[in-house]
């Protein structure tokens, strides 16, 4: 089976991919989703739950968020060291979601607009602070204000997902994991 594991810092990672994914993924590639409770747990079992799954055929990506981590490479690389311990670097991607997962979605309030039926929310994309969400310090917070206080992580994750334009540069942390996602499923289907 061809399988893309995704080992997810939290829940609303996953709730973004499942409904995101079907529109990204060709069939044959079967998603698995492994949501932790929160960065520590996600960088203290990464190497058992690489380890231990048993599939040969599978790819192994880790999404976590950066959060106030002062250096995106540096993280990057502590996790790729993680997964180099795993005896399966090959197979594994890592992705960093700068600062926050919110940022994708405040790279795209057409997405936003859609998902929460707030009219007139897109016209604000050209204004300088949505044009380059990667930079925003708290992007939760910033997307609870735009949505009322109606956007919740693994809901709004949900919601979300659904509409997010695959093709958006506005993020580079969401166009490196649109990438990412492709680059494997490309290494996926080229197994016999």
């Known amino acids: 089976m061809k399988e893309l594991v995704f080992l997810l810092e939290e829940r609303s990672a996953q709730a973004l991919l499942e409904t995101m994914l079907p529109r990204l993924l060709n069939s044959e590639v079967q998603p698995r989703y492994i949501p932790f409770e929160g960065k520590q747990d996600l960088e203290k079992q990464l190497i058992r739950r690489i380890r231990a799954y048993q599939n040969p055929r599978?790819?192994?990506?880790?999404l976590r968020d950066q959060d106030n981590h002062p250096d995106c490479v540096a993280l990057k690389r502590a996790l790729m060291t993680l997964?180099?311990?795993?005896?399966k670097l090959p197979a594994c991607l890592v992705r960093i979601a700068c600062r926050e997962l919110e940022s994708f979605y405040l790279a795209d309030l057409v997405a936003v607009e859609k998902a929460f039926g707030i009219?007139?929310?897109?016209?604000?994309?050209s204004g300088k602070k949505f044009r380059t969400p990667d930079h925003l310090g708290s992007p939760s917070h910033e997307l609870g204000k735009l949505t009322r206080g109606r956007y919740q992580k693994i809901s709004?994750?949900?919601?979300?997902?659904?509409?997010?334009?695959?093709?958006?540069?506005?993020?580079?942390s969401f166009r490196n994991l649109i990438r990412g996602i492709r680059r494997m499923e490309t290494e996926l289907m080229t197994l016999a």
Not at 58 to 62: P, S
Not at 119 to 125: D, G
């Open 58 to 62: 599978a790819r192994f990506m880790v």
């Open 83 to 87: 997964c180099e311990n795993t005896g």
């Open 119 to 125: 009219a007139k929310l897109a016209a604000q994309q």
């Open 156 to 172: 709004g994750s949900r919601m979300l997902g659904v509409h997010l334009d695959l093709s958006n540069q506005r993020s580079p």
